[in-house]
Structures are given as structure tokens and as C-alpha cells.
């Protein structure tokens, strides 16, 4: 539909300009040469822009709804609030780009942005968090140790499945000493200081073959022949010097872990669920 022009329920039409899409505040000459101002609106696009309210109140003309001096308030009002809401949802959206940049930031640009925070003490008895690197650290809790990998990171570096293992607290996912054998196995090509954390890499993959056979299998699916996890004749669970210094102390845990890792690996089995069965 064209602007509006020519005569009007005002006179006839001297200027129409669009004030917002399909809302035109007009000035148009009455027969006495007076000018008078209005807002029409197309009818058919009415609904897009007002409410059934404001609709009713208008005075019809053809193809066009009119709102003359005394009432041209009305859509104006309600283009207003139709802008701010626009303007709400767009400054949310950049709220939330600017979150993003600057949580990625950490990773990339730690001069500007400073780098990820630590995880938080699991307890008031527990040590602080040890750092492997930026947004990757070891904490303890209860006693037991756990692999901490910060949101940025894993967003970034690892697979969905890999994130899905971990127990989101704060900004950080925490693994325990076996479910770590997903985040290690992903971030250690990435990072030099997690590759120096994995004191057996044939370790490493029989834990993956034993206790994550999905995650195997939905990892060998998505790369080359020569890249996939190969199954692996080796004790489980001993390849970060904790578990190696556990296992020292504990022969008899050590004995079963590599009783169940000698079981061989077939890759037709069922898929497992995501969790694990130590």
C-alpha cells in the first residue's frame, strides 16, 4: 500500500511521513485552509501494530484507520511501547554478548579481561584449588579430588558428551578422578599442561574403553580411522599421578581396577548411559 495522499477525513493531504513501519503521522488542509494533523494506519496492517483497543477507537476512511489531534496519542503510545519493549529485548541480547565475549575473553584475551577466576573451596576444611592453567585447576572435597574445568573452556574445547559428565558448580564442572579420563582425554592435545598431567596414556584409553564405551562410540563415529580411541590392554584408572599414588597405598583397589581392565573391548556392545560404573 502507497502513502497515504490525496484527500483524508482531515483534507486534503500534504505530507505523509512514516513514523514507524505502516504508521504515518499526516498533515493535511481542510476546505477553510486550516491544517490539521492525524495518524493513519492501513487497515490491513493494523493488527501488526496496535492492540484490538486501539483499533476500536479509530475513525475508518477506505483502506485507512484514523486517529485525528484528540486521539493521535493513542498509537503513539502504543509505538512507544512497542519500541521499548524491542529496545529491552535488544539490550538483553547485547547483556548477553557482552557476558560471552568476556567470559571467552579470559581464555584469549587475559590482558584486557584478566583470567577465569578460581573454582571455589569445596569446604572450609578443604586446601585451595591447585591450577593446572588458566580456567583448569584441581580441587578437593571430602577428601577426594576432582578435575575442575572452567564453563569457557569447555564451551570452547569440548564436545557436548565431554560437558555432560561433569557436575556443574559455579562456573566450573568438576570431575572425579575417572569421569577427569573425558575432559583429559579432549584437552590434552589443546593445552601442554594438561598432556604433562597424564603420567599413562594407555591408561588414559582403557578407562575410556572401560567405563564411557558411549563415549567411545559416539567418539570413533565422528573422526578418521587413524584418530579413533583404539582399545587398549592396560590397568584403568592410573594415568594422573594421584591415582598412581592411591593405588600405591591401596594394592588391593589397584588389583581390581586391572582385573576389569584386562575385560576386552567390543564395540558392539549396548551403548552404556553417560555415567559410569567404577
Given at each position: 500500500?502507497?502513502?497515504?495522499?490525496?484527500?483524508?477525513?482531515?483534507?486534503?493531504?500534504?505530507?505523509?511521513?512514516?513514523?514507524?513501519?505502516?504508521?504515518?503521522?499526516?498533515?493535511?488542509?481542510?476546505?477553510?485552509?486550516?491544517?490539521?494533523?492525524?495518524?493513519?494506519?492501513?487497515?490491513?496492517?493494523?493488527?501488526?501494530?496496535?492492540?484490538?483497543?486501539?483499533?476500536?477507537?479509530?475513525?475508518?476512511?477506505?483502506?485507512?484507520?484514523?486517529?485525528?489531534?484528540?486521539?493521535?496519542?493513542?498509537?503513539?503510545y502504543e509505538m512507544l511501547q512497542r519500541r521499548v519493549a524491542a529496545c529491552k529485548r535488544?539490550?538483553?541480547?547485547?547483556?548477553?554478548?557482552?557476558?560471552?565475549?568476556?567470559?571467552?575473553?579470559?581464555?584469549?584475551?587475559?590482558?584486557?579481561?584478566?583470567?577465569?577466576?578460581?573454582?571455589?573451596?569445596?569446604?572450609?576444611?578443604?586446601?585451595?584449588?591447585?591450577?593446572?592453567?588458566?580456567?583448569?585447576?584441581?580441587?578437593?572435597?571430602?577428601?577426594?579430588?576432582?578435575?575442575?574445568?572452567?564453563?569457557?573452556?569447555?564451551?570452547?574445547?569440548?564436545?557436548?558428551?565431554?560437558?555432560?559428565?561433569?557436575?556443574?558448580?559455579?562456573?566450573?564442572?568438576?570431575?572425579?578422578?575417572?569421569?577427569?579420563?573425558?575432559?583429559?582425554?579432549?584437552?590434552?592435545?589443546?593445552?601442554?599442561?594438561?598432556?604433562?598431567?597424564?603420567?599413562?596414556?594407555?591408561?588414559?584409553?582403557?578407562?575410556?574403553?572401560?567405563?564411557?564405551?558411549?563415549?567411545?562410540?559416539?567418539?570413533?563415529?565422528?573422526?578418521?580411522?587413524?584418530?579413533?580411541?583404539?582399545?587398549?590392554?592396560?590397568?584403568?584408572?592410573?594415568?594422573?599421578?594421584?591415582?598412581?599414588?592411591?593405588?600405591?597405598?591401596?594394592?588391593?583397589?589397584?588389583?581390581?581396577?586391572?582385573?576389569?581392565?584386562?575385560?576386552?573391548?567390543?564395540?558392539?556392545?549396548?551403548?552404556?548411559?553417560?555415567?559410569?560404573?567404577?
Amino acid at each position: 500500500m502507497n502513502h497515504p495522499s490525496g484527500e483524508s477525513i482531515w483534507g486534503n493531504i500534504n505530507t505523509a511521513l512514516e513514523i514507524a513501519l505502516n504508521i504515518y503521522v499526516i498533515v493535511a488542509k481542510d476546505e477553510n485552509g486550516i491544517e490539521r494533523e492525524g495518524i493513519m494506519i492501513p487497515k490491513d496492517k493494523a493488527k501488526e501494530v496496535l492492540s484490538d483497543k486501539a483499533i476500536s477507537m479509530a475513525e475508518q476512511d477506505g483502506d485507512w484507520l484514523c486517529y485525528g489531534e484528540d486521539i493521535k496519542d493513542v498509537p503513539m503510545y502504543e509505538m512507544l511501547q512497542r519500541r521499548v519493549a524491542a529496545c529491552k529485548r535488544m539490550e538483553a541480547k547485547a547483556v548477553e554478548m557482552m557476558e560471552e565475549i568476556r567470559r571467552d575473553g579470559k581464555l584469549r584475551l587475559t590482558d584486557y579481561f584478566g583470567e577465569c577466576p578460581p573454582p571455589a573451596q569445596q569446604g572450609k576444611d578443604s586446601p585451595p584449588p591447585v591450577p593446572v592453567r588458566n580456567g583448569i585447576y584441581f580441587v578437593q572435597s571430602g577428601g577426594q579430588d576432582f578435575f575442575a574445568v572452567h564453563e569457557a573452556v569447555a564451551d570452547n574445547f569440548m564436545s557436548d558428551m565431554a560437558v555432560a559428565f561433569g557436575n556443574r558448580q559455579g562456573e566450573y564442572l568438576l570431575y572425579d578422578l575417572t569421569t577427569a579420563a573425558v575432559p583429559l582425554f579432549e584437552l590434552r592435545q589443546l593445552y601442554e599442561e594438561v598432556a604433562d598431567l597424564i603420567v599413562s596414556e594407555d591408561s588414559l584409553l582403557s578407562t575410556l574403553n572401560t567405563n564411557f564405551k558411549t563415549y567411545v562410540l559416539y567418539y570413533n563415529e565422528l573422526i578418521q580411522e587413524e584418530a579413533k580411541i583404539p582399545p587398549v590392554n592396560a590397568p584403568a584408572s592410573l594415568f594422573l599421578q594421584k591415582q598412581l599414588d592411591r593405588s600405591a597405598n591401596e594394592p588391593e583397589h589397584s588389583d581390581f581396577k586391572e582385573d576389569t581392565a584386562q575385560e576386552p573391548y567390543n564395540p558392539g556392545e549396548e551403548a552404556e548411559d553417560f555415567g559410569y560404573e567404577p
